[in-house]
């Protein structure tokens, strides 16, 4: 089968190539890839950041897949042959809290993932697509759309009439307007581009702060909410903004942090930390049990991906190229 193949670190070590096709397994499933899409955490891996130790060469990277099933494994009951799956993250968290080895067993490393023609999930770790999503619309579900319905509902179990601060309009925090919105709550995002905050306010956003602009922009935050800050805050930046985004949530709220684009470390300012008895929560996507109720929501609420290009096959790097310079939603790569 065709297939991108990272050799070494660096984007020009991603080559395009051939590898096996695989056979299914006991309890796999074989899938027609029909898209994928990309998050940071492909980015990551691909340069060399994440967890690098962990990273097997050659490696079949990105995560988040949809497509069709084509041949299954002795034993698969869950599915059946013409299917149309999603891929899961975390291959063996179905519910439950995670257990402390989880991340061995993801997909896109050290598992392989879906940068190729055919690609093994187990049928435990599949999740029905939406029937009203395309492959490439499915594609972005797994990470980016599962990590907002986690940190939304699981962790904030937010509720119509409360606030919630977004960081950014990538994948995760476009997914988590839109759902937030869904919810009843009223949302307020950062960006440095105010036509991504005009763009915003159409998923249902209802304030946008430019933080280039404004740099102090918890107290942004705090004069929109009548002082009292947000009830959750999703932070996507990490690095030493956490310290504002204790600032901009309530006293007694929840911080769910997500991301760590502007640095893996923090110098954590802990009297604000304490005094507000803020509830800081690592969120690393979601089991599969969140999954499968997350796409009834998104269908019954008529939530549509937002997707900034999608790119053929042979232009793999270009897509990883768009998503380095910055996305406004999902950046996809069709496969079939």
């Known amino acids: 089968m065709k297939a991108w193949l990272l050799k070494d670190f660096g984007l020009n070590n991603l080559v395009q190539g051939e590898a096996p096709t695989p056979t299914p397994k006991p309890g796999e499933l074989l899938i027609k890839v029909g898209a994928v ?15 690098p130790h962990k990273v097997p060469k050659p490696l079949i990277p990105v995560s988040d897949a949809a497509g069709e099933i084509i041949a299954v494994g002795d034993g ?13 993250l975390y291959s063996r968290w179905l519910d439950g809290t995670p257990a402390p080895d989880e991340p061995e067993h993801c997909i896109g490393s050290p598992l392989p993932g879906g940068l190729a023609e055919y690609m093994i999930i187990h049928e435990d770790s599949a999740v029905l697509a939406p029937d009203n999503m395309s492959d490439e619309e499915a594609a972005t579900l797994p990470i980016a759309a599962l990590t907002a319905w986690y940190a939304l509902v699981d962790f904030g179990q937010v509720q119509a009439g409360q606030t919630v601060l977004v960081q950014g309009t990538g994948g995760v925090s476009i997914f988590a307007i839109q759902i937030a919105a869904a919810l009843g709550a009223k949302v307020i995002v950062t960006s440095s581009q105010d036509s991504n905050l005009a763009a915003v306010k159409k998923l249902g956003a209802v304030a946008g702060i430019n933080y280039r602009t404004t740099p102090d922009w918890s107290a942004e935050v705090t004069k929109l909410t009548d002082g009292q800050g947000v009830d959750l805050t999703l932070d996507v930046a990490g ?45 690393a996507v979601a089991p599969r049990s969140s999954f499968d109720r997350m796409n009834p929501f998104l269908n019954e609420h008529g939530i549509k991906p937002v997707i900034d290009h999608v790119y053929p096959f042979d232009q793999a790097r ?19």
């Open 239 to 283: 690095g030493d903004g956490i310290n504002q985004s204790i600032l901009a949530t309530k006293a007694g709220g929840k911080i769910a942090q997500i991301g760590f684009l502007t640095g893996q470390t923090t110098s954590l300012s802990l009297m604000p930390l304490i005094f507000r008895q803020t509830t800081i929560r690592g969120i």
């Open 37 to 51: 899409s990309l998050n940071f955490r492909d980015k990551a891996i691909v340069e060399g950041f994440y967890e």
């Open 76 to 88: 698969v009951t869950r599915f059946k042959i013409g299917d149309r799956v999603n891929s899961h």
């Open 318 to 336: 270009e897509a990883f190229e768009h998503l380095s310079r910055g996305a406004f939603g999902k950046v996809v790569i069709k496969i079939s």
